[in-house]
């Protein structure tokens, strides 16, 4: 892997995203309205919405960016963009992990504006730091991106590249311990959990909320969700086609 070519690679990225007005406002707006709206939700629920948007904001950034990612790469496929940009000096390796670094910035553009508006805006309270949120949350990000990616090499239309989220995302949604703490879930459900990458930046961001200092657990877990996206780039590196048959 060239790092020259990765940092030009995600400055191709940077340029074709900051164009795109509506992506921009998906990536950056949305979030911070979808945690006004749960504000509302929980006025007067003492605690809950703290617990709550703490997570959210781990997981609005993994939800998006695999949105956005596996979208945008079906179409440098089907356009023919990818097969010439294939035939430069550019590896597989270089364009995907450029990607991830040019996502991984929006995500922390998105990140501190979600996070700041939560904090500053609606009221979010929890012991340990801001900043520590916002690294989870470019981390989630970058996870987001990856997976995309990878879902990305086995779709031959957008809309079958939306179909993977209810595939590859719900249910480690449902399982994160979001909706019920993982203590309470059966055996098997449990295993699956522990199985799924989103299960530990869930958990790093409760021990945001509870531990005033960054905690082994949050670093053990930080670890886990950034090997999972290394895995899931390179084997959307060994997956990528040039074209959509």
């Known amino acids: 892997m060239s790092p020259r070519i990765t940092v030009a690679t995600a400055g191709r990225v940077l340029r074709q995203l900051r164009h795109d007005r509506r992506t921009v406002a998906l990536l950056i707006a949305v979030p911070a309205l979808l945690l006004a709206l749960l ?49 430069t000096p550019l590896g597989k390796i270089d364009l995907l992990f450029g990607y991830g670094l040019a996502f991984g910035l929006a995500a922390a553009l998105q990140g501190a504006v979600a996070t700041g508006a939560a904090y500053w805006l609606l009221g979010l309270e929890t012991t340990g730091s801001a900043g520590l949120v916002v690294l989870i949350a470019v981390v989630n990000a970058v996870l987001g991106v990856a997976l995309g990616l990878f879902c990305s090499a086995f779709a ?42 989103l299960t530990y930046a869930v958990e790093a961001l409760t021990q945001v909320g509870v531990s005033a200092e960054p905690t082994t657990t949050m670093w053990q877990d930080l670890a886990v969700v950034t090997g999972a996206a290394v895995i899931a780039l390179v084997l959307a590196a060994a997956t990528l086609r040039r074209r959509t048959g």
Not at 49 to 63: C, W
Not at 158 to 171: D, G, I
């Open 39 to 87: 504000r509302f939700m929980y006025d007067g629920s003492d605690g809950t919405f703290d617990r709550i948007a703490l997570i959210m904001l781990g997981v609005f950034p993994f939800v998006i960016m695999f949105l956005v990612t596996s979208i945008a790469m079906l179409r440098e496929r089907t356009t023919g963009t990818l097969e010439r940009l294939l035939t």
């Open 156 to 197: 031959r239309t957008e809309f079958q590249a939306v179909q993977f989220l209810p595939v590859v995302v719900v249910p480690q949604l449902l399982l994160c311990g979001l909706f019920v703490p993982r203590a309470q879930m059966a055996g098997w459900l449990s295993g699956v959990s522990d199985a799924l990458p």
